[in-house]
Nanobody, 115 residues
Framework: QVQLVVSGGGLVQPGGSLRLSCAASGIIFSRFSMAWYRQSPGKEREWVST???????TYADSVKGRFTISRDNAKNTVYMQMNSLKPEDTARYHC?????????WGQGTPLPVSF
């Protein structure tokens, strides 16, 4: 059974920083591309960033320069370091694993950015 457990969300003030974690089990983690998505109320789910099996990364323009995705294959975990957070970053953040056996989603974590 594949599980992606997201942690680290919570209220943060504009300009602040936060790190999300997504711990995977039930897959050979190193063989999966890992991605973060987010969804704001009333909006469609939006892709944020991907880190591939080789370690290369891509980012949505809206977060480029502020967010950094990384992975630790020894811990089966992907991270998203988020700096200079803005109110428009407020969303529920989801983790995705895509690889040889399919695509899997974590439960998501809320990230409100507000004073």
């Amino acid at each position: 059974q594949v599980q992606l457990v997201v942690s680290g969300g919570g209220l943060v003030q504009p300009g602040g920083s936060l790190r999300l974690s997504c711990a995977a089990s039930g897959i050979i983690f190193s063989r999966f591309s890992m991605a973060w998505y987010r969804q704001s109320p009333g909006k469609e789910r939006e892709w944020v960033s991907t880190i591939y099996t080789g370690g290369s990364t891509t980012y949505a323009d809206s977060v480029k320069g502020r967010f950094t995705i990384s992975r630790d294959n020894a811990k089966n975990t992907v991270y998203m370091q988020m700096n200079s957070l803005k109110p428009e970053d407020t969303a529920r953040y989801h983790c995705n694993a895509a690889g040889y056996s399919g695509s899997y989603w974590g439960q998501g974590t809320p990230l409100p950015v507000s004073f």
